[in-house]
């Protein structure tokens, strides 16, 4: 990125039609750690993976709780992210007390989109710096959306957003068809080997990643530490299994072509010139 005559204000359009504060927001999403979502017709899952600024400091939380049914992963600024995840909170609280009902999550993200586009359109403002996954359970099923700085908002059936995620949009592009019908443990499985494709050599530990669960009839919670490195053995597990199996069938091969040349030499051939 470089600096320009069109960047000094939101409000100033380029010459090929951009608005640069908008897109340096995004671009800092792009540098924040990664965040993943993933959703079944009956459960939501939300993902993240904690980095701390250094050794001597603790991870800043990624993932917010906003209500029973709605849940919120952030990539990005977290002071921005913990801001919105704030007034969503009290959007819901307001609409249950007010209609004795939950806030649909549609509806939700309509208005956090709306507060995040009107910051592109104010001289004085600046946009956030901060992309949300947003899930949630409703009447009419499971969610997850997807809010950008610009104030756009779309949904999805899995997505990753943050550094590195290219990795983990690949490996749930791969999966997601299966998604819709997938098990509660399924997603979480799937969520925290999307985690580990964002690592890229680095050993997946439970204090390396976040995970939190919403469903029908199971409130939003996150799951503990014991939990989720449970299913990382079960990973490191199967590979060695597999390793293993591959070994015996490369001996059963070598053996096999051992075996061959001592059934040719009882045929009337030729031998070989040495």
């Not at 949904?155 to 997601?176: C, D, H, N, V």
């Not at 029908?216 to 990973?235: A, M």
Request: glycine residues 6%.
């Amino acid at each position: 990125m470089f600096r320009n005559q069109y960047d000094t204000d939101v409000t100033t359009w380029s010459p090929t039609g951009r608005l640069f504060q908008v897109e340096y927001a995004m671009e800092a999403v792009k540098q924040g750690s990664a965040a993943i979502g993933l959703r079944s017709r009956s459960h939501v899952v939300l993902a993240c993976v904690n980095k701390a600024q250094s050794e001597l400091s603790s991870h800043q939380r990624k993932i917010f709780k906003v209500d029973d049914h709605i849940g919120v992963a952030i990539a990005g600024l977290t002071a921005d992210g913990r801001v919105l995840s704030r007034y969503m909170r009290s959007e819901s609280i307001n609409h249950s007390f007010t209609y004795e009902s939950p806030l649909p999550v549609g509806r939700l993200v309509v208005r956090l989109a709306d507060k995040a586009q009107v910051c592109t359109q104010r001289s004085w403002k600046r946009p956030y710096g901060v992309g949300l996954l947003v899930g949630g359970l409703d009447e009419s099923g499971a969610h997850l959306y997807y809010n950008c700085p610009s104030g756009s908002y779309f949904e999805y059936q899995a997505f990753a957003i943050g550094s590195r995620s290219q990795a983990a949009k690949t490996y749930l592009e791969r999966r997601f068809e299966s998604f819709k019908e997938s098990s509660r443990e399924e997603l979480i499985n799937d969520a925290i080997l999307a985690i580990r494709e964002t690592l890229q050599g680095e050993t997946l530990k439970s204090s390396l990643c976040t995970v939190s669960v919403l469903g029908v009839d199971e409130p939003f919670h996150f799951l503990d530490q014991e939990s989720i490195q449970k299913v990382i053995d079960t990973f490191e597990v199967v590979p060695e299994e597999e390793e293993d199996a591959g070994e015996a069938d490369a001996a059963a091969a070598d053996g096999a072509a051992a075996a061959a040349p001592a059934e040719q030499g009882d045929q009337d051939v030729a031998p070989m010139e040495m």
